[in-house]
């Protein structure tokens, strides 16, 4: 199976991010809806690193698993991206009803911000703008 490429990834993020912007300026949208974009923006953008790097990574939301795989390929994220990992749970506890957890207003604009350092990262690690 293939990864696709790392543009394609890239793409997805800023989709992801976008409907997260987007998402956070609209009432209707449920916080925990804008905080699972986020999420994902971050999730895509670690696994367009990954593909460029040729390296495989296993079908996971651990953005610290996949963290880790870019440093065993010689990435290091700047310093205070790798708090995305705490971001993990918003990949799946926040995509359907139940949640239990209501997210504060707060947590859901970090989580949007940490999805914008890590695309502008990415970005930058990849050379394109």
């Known amino acids: 199976m293939s990864n696709g490429d ?22 209707g949208i449920l916080l925990n809806l804008v905080a699972f974009h986020a999420q994902q ?8 690193l990954l593909v460029a790097d040729q390296v495989d990574f296993p079908r996971t939301h651990d953005l610290g698993e996949l963290l880790a795989l870019l440093g065993q390929a010689g990435r290091r994220c700047p310093a205070g991206l790798e708090q995305v990992e705490e971001l993990t749970p918003l990949a799946v506890q926040t995509r359907y009803p139940g949640f239990d957890d209501p997210l504060e207003e707060s947590e859901v604009d970090e989580a949007i911000r940490l999805a914008n350092e890590t695309l502008a990262w990415v970005k930058g690690e990849l050379g394109s703008t």
């Open 41 to 48: 923006a971050i999730e895509k953008a670690l696994k367009a």
């Open 6 to 27: 790392a543009p394609e990834w890239v793409r997805h993020a800023e989709a992801d991010l976008r409907y997260a912007q987007l998402g956070r300026t609209e009432p």
